[in-house]
């Protein structure tokens, strides 16, 4: 059974930093594709970043661009999401995803494996 377990999340002030970490177990992942969503209250969840698990070419929304930053690190399979200079309009529930083959296309749907969210909060 594939579990995702994120990590990280919490109440930071505008301009400050978190990472969130996303720890996979139950099977091993060659050539997937790994993201963060999010979604804030009322909103349908949206694309933030995602990651290829063995080339690690990476991809983001345009709303964070230059200010997050997805990586991994395969021997802890495990990839994080660094936050830097967030804005009150970041704040959302972060959830990661994962699906067993590369892609660039990144809707909900696509996504076979989900973890259970973690809430991030920025302050004004």
């Known amino acids: 059974q594939v579990q995702l377990v994120e990590s990280g999340g919490g109440l930071v002030q505008a301009g400050g930093s978190l990472r969130l970490s996303c720890t996979i177990s139950?099977?091993?992942?060659?050539?997937?594709?790994m993201a963060w969503f999010r979604q804030a209250l009322g909103k349908e969840r949206e694309f933030v970043a995602a990651?290829?698990?063995?080339?690690?070419?990476?991809n983001y929304a345009d709303s964070v661009k230059g200010r997050f930053t997805i990586s991994r690190d395969n021997a802890k399979n495990t990839h994080y999401l660094q936050m830097n200079s967030l804005k009150p309009e970041d704040t959302a529930v972060y959830y990661c995803?994962?699906?067993?083959?590369?892609?660039?296309?990144?809707?909900?749907?696509?996504?076979?494996?989900w973890g259970q969210g973690t809430q991030v909060t920025v302050s004004s």
């Open positions: 990651i290829n698990w063995s080339a690690g070419s990476t």
């Open positions: 995803a994962a699906k067993s083959y590369y892609s660039t296309t990144y809707y909900v749907d696509g996504f076979r494996y």
């Open positions: 139950g099977r091993s992942f060659s050539s997937a594709t």
